[in-house]
């Protein structure tokens, strides 16, 4: 919004120090401390109202560890929507609302909010686990998904509309013709449930999110400046530059959230939040042609995401379990391990990985 205010001025011929908005990087830097301090600024008084109207909190799994039923009983859910409203209000004021990428991101982001909300509200009324049935919540996320992959690609150059990137080989493009739309839609569901799996101790997805959706602002920035890309040896999209603003206020978002959900939780980001920072950092892999980059950042959520496969399918088939409890966390918490010790080790591994993501600039 200031960003198009500023514009329509220095068409007219109003130059002022406000030519500062112009730039990405300020924005960007804007972007995130504006949503930082929405978000501590409406946490107490958010978290008060969650437990006013939400009494028991959130139902805890009776097969998950058993100390959950104790310390993180009436532990108000839900927190993914002061993530939201953080992340919208700073977009509104620095965002460029002009940009396509923006608004295709934003809005899928948004979307697996509400189902994630849906998801925790129907938890919620009737005091137990069960949320949205599997075929209502997926058919959501699909269609989503499926939606954004189109949009996306209908902003694409025509070069790179139905291409799959790889990090180590720029000249080396896989056509995948009509079907790219359906890899989107596979990459944005399948991270849109991995964080949500990752969501089991007190801030053990947002410190990741929040690495991840650094690393992603920085790809951004490169991917949008054809100077840069061409140095870096990566796909320039033009336009994805604007995504900058976007990760930088889910940074933002998720650092002031993490005040509240740093151990012991005062309230949970729900699948509002965890579904809609997933489906976040898949459109936004999408949209810069990072997909598979996408796999090395948030390689702690794939992995994740893989306990769970490997844990059902070998019981399925041998009616034994290769981990104590999936998702994998709880393999460590089965196995003595505090839950400070488990999110703070994961955090490092999430360092990590974010690191190397980003030398995959250089090695390219």
């Not at 198009?4 to 995130?32: E, M, V």
């Not at 944005?188 to 799996?197: P, S």
Request: aromatic share 10%; net charge positive.
């Amino acid at each position: 919004m200031l960003y198009l205010l500023i514009s329509h001025a220095i068409h007219d011929g109003h130059i002022t120090l406000l030519n500062l908005l112009r730039y990405i990087s300020f924005r960007a830097g804007c972007a995130c401390l504006t949503a930082l301090g929405v978000s501590l600024m409406l946490g107490r008084p958010f978290i008060a109202m969650l437990r006013r109207i939400q009494r028991g909190g959130q139902p805890i799994r009776a097969l998950g560890p058993e100390r959950h039923l104790v310390e993180k009983a009436g532990t108000p859910t839900m927190g993914g929507v002061l993530i939201l409203t953080a992340l919208s209000i700073s977009m509104l004021l620095w965002g460029n609302l002009e940009n396509g990428f923006v608004w295709a991101v934003w809005l899928t982001t948004l979307g697996f909010g509400a189902i994630g909300f849906a998801d925790d509200y129907r938890k919620l009324a009737r005091r137990n686990t069960d949320g949205l049935s599997k075929k209502a919540r997926l058919g959501g996320e699909f269609t989503l998904s499926l939606l954004c992959g189109l949009w996306l690609q209908y902003l694409m150059p025509p070069e790179l509309a139905n291409q799959l990137a790889f990090p180590f080989a720029k000249d080396f493009l896989l056509p995948l013709g009509p079907l790219y739309p359906l890899f989107a839609m596979i990459v944005i569901t399948g991270f849109g449930n991995a964080v949500n799996f990752t969501d089991g101790l007190d801030g053990l997805a947002i410190g990741p999110v929040v690495t991840a959706a650094l690393v992603f602002a920085i790809l951004s920035y490169l991917v949008g400046n054809h100077v840069f890309a061409d140095y870096l040896q990566v796909h320039a999209v033009p336009g994805t530059g604007e995504l900058t603003v976007f990760c930088a206020a889910l940074v933002g978002a998720g650092l002031g959230f993490l005040w509240f959900n740093a151990p012991p939780a005062a309230v949970f980001m729900g699948d509002t939040g965890s579904l809609s920072l997933g489906g976040a950092l898949g459109s936004l892999a999408v949209a810069i042609k990072h997909e598979l980059v996408l796999c090395i950042v948030g390689g702690l959520f794939v992995a994740e995401t893989l306990s769970v496969i490997i844990q059902v399918g070998w019981y399925k088939r041998t009616g034994r379990r290769v981990f104590l409890m999936a998702p994998i966390h709880h393999h460590f918490e089965k196995k003595g391990w505090t839950e400070p010790t488990i999110v703070i080790r994961f955090w490092i591994i999430s360092i990590i990985l974010g690191l190397c993501g980003l030398a995959t600039l250089k090695l390219r």
